[in-house]
């Protein structure tokens, strides 16, 4: 249990490291932005209650004071808190109202940290185990000092969840809608949070044993403070993240697509305008587009050895799916590797589709087309 609650820290702390790091690189050009700067006190809010949260982990004294680390850790949450709910009003609100609200949240946060301060020297927190932190141990004293925390971080958690609904749907911009949707994601989770260690800390109060669910608090923590970093980045990762996505998927298709393509060159090595290296492959776009044409030219190259009398091959002989796009991804297969065969072997048919229209599927748009041509790629790798 105490692997997992140590490998619950390690995660949640590199995501908040990870997270500052990203963003105190772009200091440059967004450092006189309120708002970018709203967020980077926050996330180094967050780092400072994890890195205390290692200290406090060590045991010990810190600066000369017995579980100092403790308390400037739950200050620096109750503070993290604070500037998470000012950032969600500079990014959704006008200016009239963030001045007020801001103030109101600046207060509340000084009040409760003054009262945590104050409840943990009077309940002698130096003097007493690090543990009586962890459960309460039933001191009343330490009971109300948690109880304080755990309100501290359940209020944000409740605020933030009920504003993300409505300014996400008040925002013109995608990405700060999806920061939004994030942000209000890692408030239920975090607010989870607060349940478990609640749980943790009054079953403890009344001498209940719950096992292994302790560790539940932990997980939940980790996995909202995951959620909250990638809200408080993705503004700015989002369309890069998209990009690299699309190059993926663009870079599997060309892949896919090489087997027909080979095959199709080989018995019209006219279809290659340019050679197969001329290309970056930064610009993997336009070598898709290059790999799709000569595809078709190819295809078309073939129409005089397409017989048309020939009955369609059943697609169950393939094994596969017998959906209507599969059966002619599969017909187109059988005829494109039949065709081939008669080229090379120089038997032209009777009735080829050179004689009639070109009937293969056309669709309306490129990324129909790959995918299209990728699943009759697909098939006619499968039944060489």
């Known amino acids: 249990m105490n692997l997992t609650r140590t490998l619950c820290f390690a995660v949640a702390a590199l995501s908040s490291y990870a997270a500052l790091v990203y963003r105190l690189c772009q200091v440059g050009r967004s450092w006189r932005d309120h708002a970018y700067r709203a967020l980077v006190v926050t996330l180094l809010l967050q780092c400072l209650t994890f890195t205390m949260g290692a200290v406090a982990m060590g045991g010990g004294s810190f600066l000369g004071v017995g579980n100092l680390a403790i308390l400037v850790m739950h200050v620096s949450a109750v503070a993290f808190c604070v500037s998470a709910q000012i950032i969600l009003l500079r990014w959704a609100t006008d200016t009239g109202e963030v001045v007020r609200k801001v103030r109101y949240w600046l207060v509340t946060g000084v009040v409760l940290g003054v009262l945590l301060i104050a409840l943990f020297f009077i ?3 130096p003097g007493r185990p690090a543990s009586d932190f962890n459960t309460g141990s039933g001191r009343p004293l330490v009971l109300t000092y948690l109880l304080v925390f755990i309100v501290s971080q359940a209020v944000p958690c409740v605020t933030i969840f009920r504003q993300c609904g409505p300014y996400a749907r008040m925002t013109g911009k995608a990405s700060l809608r999806q920061a939004l949707r994030l942000l209000s994601v890692s408030a239920v989770v975090l607010f989870l949070y607060c349940l478990c260690r609640t749980v943790n800390i009054l079953t403890a109060a009344w001498g209940i044993d719950i096992g ?87 295809w ?56 009639g229209d070109f009937d293969d599927r056309d669709p309306d748009n490129f990324t129909a087309e790959v995918a299209w041509l990728a699943q009759v790629a697909s098939v006619y790798r499968k039944i060489g």
Not at 216 to 241: H, Q
Not at 328 to 337: D, G
């Open 123 to 125: 309940a002698d927190g």
């Open 212 to 298: 292994v669910w302790q560790v539940a608090a932990s997980v939940f923590s980790a996995a909202g403070i995951v959620v909250l970093s990638l809200s408080l980045t993705i503004s700015s990762w989002e369309a890069s993240a998209a990009k690299l996505l699309d190059w993926v998927r663009s870079y599997r298709s060309y892949r896919a697509l090489y087997p027909l393509w080979r095959d199709l060159y080989e018995a019209s090595p006219d279809i290659v305008l340019e050679p197969s290296g001329s290309a970056a492959v930064s610009d993997l776009n336009y070598r898709l587009h290059r790999r799709v044409i000569e595809i078709r030219d190819g």
């Open 300 to 355: 078309r190259d073939l129409r005089p050895y397409i017989d048309r009398s020939a009955a369609a091959p059943a697609a169950g002989t393939a094994g596969a799916g017998t959906n209507s796009e599969y059966r002619q991804a599969f017909a187109e297969a059988t005829q494109i590797r039949q065709a081939l065969h008669a080229k090379r072997t120089g038997t032209v048919p009777v009735d080829s589709k050179d004689a």
